[in-house]
T-cell receptor, first 112, second 113 residues
Framework: GAGVSQSPSNKVTEKGKDVELRCDPI?????LYWYRQSLGQGLEFLIY????????KSGLPSDRFSAERTGGSVSTLTIQRTQQEDSAVYLC??????????FGAGTRLSVL | AQSVTQPDIHITVSEGASLELRCNYS??????LFWYVQSPGQGLQLLLK??????LVQGIKGFEAEFKRSQSSFNLRKPSVHWSDAAEYFC???????????FGPGTSLSVIP
């Protein structure tokens, strides 16, 4: 497909379990962003990858959160030992130029 | 520090009425400015952008926005709102192509038929 793809679209997990969220950016896009959107809230920046540069991890809320981007393409956001406050929609976006971001539909994470 | 404020959390307008959503930003250099729209259960879609030049920019779906440097504002307008415009609207600011973009908290728009 031509757009940003995120999987799974929905994830229900139990407190304390680890989860992995995947993002397939648009081919050729050098920048990739992860955001968190809690119910009725705005976008909370998590992490930003740009080309081969070191990622900007300044938005990760705790050391339970990590992300990697393999081969400059697919990215995985991992949340370890999930907590109920991690429940949110996790959005991924990719960008090629001038920070015009193209967003995926998101992964809705529910921690029971 | 970079920041974006959207003073209106929620706005309700009647269909056919005009609309203005406010956005103020704080940025140390000439900003790149964006408006995105998010329909329920969807990701964000770019409505319009400002990089340089003409301070009145046109976007999709009949929206426009005006960059006012003196007021640090980038307000979004539409002359006649349609019921399908009901959504969440986010203003965002960025710098060079390799700076991360900062989003405002969003304004929720409801449209009365």
């Amino acid at each position: 497909g031509a757009g940003v793809s995120q999987s799974p679209s929905n994830k229900v997990t139990e407190k304390g379990k680890d989860v992995e969220l995947r993002c397939d950016p648009i081919s050729g896009h050098t920048a990739l962003y992860w955001y968190r959107q809690s119910l009725g809230q705005g976008l909370e920046f998590l992490i930003y990858f740009q080309g081969n540069s070191a990622p900007d991890k300044s938005g990760l809320p705790s050391d339970r959160f990590s992300a990697e981007r393999t081969g400059g393409s697919v990215s995985t956001l991992t949340i370890q030992r999930t907590q109920q406050e991690d429940s949110a929609v996790y959005l991924c976006a990719s960008s090629y130029r001038k920070n015009i971001q193209y967003f995926g539909a998101g992964t809705r994470l529910s921690v029971l | 520090a970079q920041s974006v404020t959207q003073p209106d959390i929620h706005i309700t307008v009647s269909e056919g009425a005009s609309l203005e959503l406010r956005c103020n930003y704080s940025y140390g250099a000439t900003p790149y400015l964006f408006w995105y729209v998010q329909s329920p259960g969807q990701g964000l879609q770019l409505l319009l952008k400002y990089f340089s030049g003409d301070t009145l920019v046109q976007g999709i779906k009949g929206f426009e926005a005006e960059f006012k440097r003196s007021q640090s504002s980038f307000n979004l307008r539409k002359p006649s709102v349609h019921w399908s415009d009901a959504a969440e609207y986010f203003c965002a600011v960025g710098g060079t192509s390799y700076d991360k973009v900062i989003f405002g908290p969003g304004t929720s728009l409801s449209v009365i038929p």
